[in-house]
């Protein structure tokens, strides 16, 4: 069952709908214009799935007996709060693209226990995950100190040319605003990556460090000449995306960086881990992993781990070897 | 508690003796040149760990009741069935270097059933693991397509320059070998890296690929000028190392394609997945990753895993996230 037909579900429920392992039974989404229309409609799959978005999720829920919910309708745990303790309560495991979920932070330590105690109670599974964060942040580097007898120190760089990606991330990376905007808009939450919080405290944890300081800053990036998408062109001295940089400390030392660079007219778009230990690894994905297919797909092939899994609130760091589930 | 004090089971060693979170308790050699001895001057570390090497498995477990077992005797599931049985007999939860133990293939079938019911029995968990099999051919890969909503083929190579590797790697690969020799070498069994079944079968079962044909051949590479490591000279014409090839076919098609090119020379050193998919991904670890210290590390890094594992025969797949495992 959706929750949520904003871009992430409906991409989410697009694939679901071409992958021949998975059905879509229910879908639940408050917007009127959503509501009572088909889904394949909603998503423009370019076919009908003759399942009608409802407004109800309890109802929706009752009607079609899921095996799981799809929850993709805020980045902000204590927003979707109410909507887990609803399909909790309907014992249904939940996946979800709340980037807050992926991995509790500090300030959210006392909403992910009451979760956990809920799931526990339902005997289901909850995961947030994704692809940042969920996997490219966390995740991923996590995987790879596994060959490692030390780590010092990690550092995680994602740099997209936003020249290739939809005008939502264009918005969301603050291009074409003069610096004042942005700064209004970081200022506000609307321009910024959520999640590097949950994947600095995701690697710590898993590298046995006790994190005394967590930062997360936002900085404009400034078009020196014009750059352009297809959509959209930036003029110089206005903003052609974000640079966003979040630092996990123990005392002084600086021992997880992570570094999102979005903009448009980035030379290169790329991936990369480096653990400073023993032995010293630098790996990178070349291109980057495309952010809007990629949160889609790791959503998708999570749903069979999450039915399998042992009730509670799960991370990415207990569940099984991250996979693409195929058709069987 | 360690069985087998080669090469292997020695950096094995070594690693824990450094790392605060383990205690070697007990350690079984057959080899009458280390029975008897201290493990510490055994595994050449310098001190002295008060654990004398035992040749007798059975006592050496009983006097010091270990929390696990790590096996590192052979390449062969068949050569380690009988120490296998006397651990599980002892309900030692067992992490092992075992190649054809990481995911028993189509020939180990019978024996990986037999184990999976003898470990059920003892109610410990039994895995497989090292960095190849185990990781950069095939659990690292396999995390990869969890980005993927489509995967069409898979390609992996890893390219060694030997000439920083130790000397016992660099004869396994044949360096300084006719070609002759070689092929002699490689029809006995000697020369060759025993894994690529196990790792294709892994990525198969993973992408749901019913594999009709696995092939895995190895040849050698020839010396075009002189080359030389530290120890060791080859003249031109003589074998620099070896170039292993396997492929998982689906009827005619090769889905999975594994390289191994271990040679004296390598113009450079790298480990790369390129996943043919949607998102295509093309991953890179410059400079490769180093096989003696990573297998070590990832036996190690697995203990906690194992030990907490659901009883039976686990693999890379079913167990939980691999990461390095601090001291806490």
Redesign the interface.
Same mark, same amino acid.
Request: glycine share 6%; net charge positive; charged share 15%.
């Given at each position: 069952m959706h929750v949520g037909l904003g871009p992430i579900g409906a991409a989410v429920a697009r &694939?679901l709908a071409?992958?021949s392992s998975f059905r879509i039974v229910a879908a639940v989404d408050i917007d009127e214009n959503k509501s009572g229309r088909d889904v394949g409609d909603v998503i423009d799959l370019g076919r009908r799935l003759r399942v009608k978005v409802n407004g109800d999720l309890r109802k929706a829920a009752k009607a079609s007996r899921p095996d799981i919910a799809v929850l993709c309708t805020s980045s902000s745990l204590k927003g979707v709060m109410p909507q887990l303790e609803q399909l909790l309560k309907l014992r249904l495991p939940v996946v979800s693209t709340t980037e807050e979920l992926a991995y509790p932070a500090a300030r959210n330590r006392r909403l992910a226990k009451q979760l956990d105690a809920m799931a526990r109670k339902a005997k289901v599974a909850v995961l947030g995950t994704g692809?940042n964060p969920g /996997?490219?942040m966390d995740?991923?580097p996590? %995987?790879?100190?596994?060959?490692?007898?030390q780590?010092n120190r990690i550092e995680v760089r994602r740099v997209q040319d936003a020249r290739t990606r939809r005008v939502p991330f264009q918005q969301k990376i603050g291009a074409g605003l003069t610096r004042e905007q942005f700064e209004q808009q970081v200022a506000a939450g609307s321009v910024r990556h959520v999640g590097f919080t949950e994947s600095i405290q995701m690697i710590g944890d898993? *590298?046995?460090?006790k994190l005394t300081r967590i930062t997360d800053e936002v900085r404009p990036w400034i078009a020196e000449e014009e750059v352009c998408s297809e959509l959209l062109a930036v003029d110089p001295g206005y903003v052609a995306g974000l640079s966003q940089e979040g630092v996990g400390y123990v005392g002084d030392e600086a021992k997880i960086l992570l570094q999102l660079d979005a903009y448009l007219g980035a030379p290169e778009s790329f991936d990369s881990v480096l653990i400073d230990?023993?032995? =010293?690894?630098? +790996?990178?994905? &070349?291109?980057g992993?495309?952010g809007d297919?990629?949160t889609?797909? *790791?959503t998708?092939?999570?749903i069979p781990h999450v039915i399998a899994a042992a009730p509670g609130l799960r991370t990415? =760091?207990? *569940?099984?070897?991250? +996979? /693409?589930? %195929? +058709? =069987?």
């Open positions: &694939q071409a992958r692809v /996997f490219t995740a991923l996590i %995987a790879l100190t596994s060959v490692c007898e780590v898993a *590298m046995g460090w230990g023993s032995p =010293r690894i630098y +790996s990178k994905v &070349q291109g992993i495309h297919i990629a889609a797909s *790791m998708v092939n999570s990415m =760091r207990d *569940m099984p070897l991250p +996979s /693409f589930y %195929a +058709s =069987r």
